[in-house]
């Protein structure tokens, strides 16, 4: 079964702090790998897209690296702000029958003063 | 431009009831995918339409199904509701189906 596993399920950093969050997937072939924020009770926004030969996309303060071999990849955010609290979701399309997403549960991130 | 529109944004129905949930993408855009979230499952893909076409289903029951027409509005319908169907139903558009994806703000809905 293709999955899309992530953590931490939660993570509370006080702001200015830099921190990552870790997706691994077994979803084999993939497209592109994606990051999405959802803020409370609205739907989710793109913040990076990665194809399968893309090692690192970045958008502001957010980086996305991927590591095809290993089936993992990181969000990193720079310089957290109280805004950047929000849920993070890891996405992955797989090709093997069409262009179907698996989406991770996701990261609740808090960014405190 | 405007973004991805939802009606309703909650809705509250019983078990058996049927319920029909519409989504306008942002102008210009052929796809249109619906998904289900719940905080237990997460995210989860329910269908895709392109060009009033089904391009890609996800595995959920016959109960779930959906249309799209000729303007690329798509409205989703779920009969004989059951209490775990209460979720978040989010819309999404894109230009294609393997690329950027603009997400709506949802409906809510909840089963009695």
């Known amino acids: 079964k293709n999955q899309v596993e992530q953590s931490p399920q939660s993570l509370i950093i006080l702001e200015g702090k830099n921190c990552t969050l870790q997706?691994?997937?077994?979803?084999?072939?993939?497209?592109?790998l994606r990051w999405y924020k959802q803020d409370t009770g609205r739907g989710p926004v793109s913040l990076t897209i990665m194809t399968f030969s893309e090692n690192t996309k970045s958008n502001g303060r957010y980086t996305a690296t991927l590591d095809a071999d290993t089936k993992q990849s990181s969000l990193h955010i720079t310089a957290s702000q109280l805004s950047d609290s929000a849920s993070y979701i890891c996405?992955?399309?797989?090709?093997?029958?069409?262009?179907?997403?698996?989406f991770g549960t996701g990261t609740q991130l808090k960014v405190e003063l | 431009k405007a973004g991805v529109t939802q009606t309703p944004r909650y809705l509250i129905k019983t078990r058996g009831q049927q319920v029909t949930l519409s989504c306008s993408p942002i102008s210009g855009h052929r796809s249109v995918s619906w998904y289900q979230q719940t905080p237990g499952q997460g995210l989860q893909f329910l269908f895709e339409y392109f060009s009033e076409t089904q391009r890609n289903k996800g595995n959920f029951p016959g109960r779930f199904s959906g249309r799209q027409f000729s303007n690329s509005r798509s409205e989703m319908n779920v009969s004989t509701l059951e209490l775990g169907d209460s979720a978040l139903y989010l819309c999404?558009?894109?230009?294609?189906?393997?690329?950027?994806?603009?997400f709506g703000p949802g409906t809510r809905l909840t089963v009695t």
């Open positions: 997706c691994n997937y077994t979803v084999s072939p993939f497209s592109n």
């Open positions: 999404a558009s894109g230009k294609a189906g393997d690329g950027e994806q603009y």
């Open positions: 996405v992955v399309i797989f090709t093997g029958g069409g262009n179907k997403l698996t």
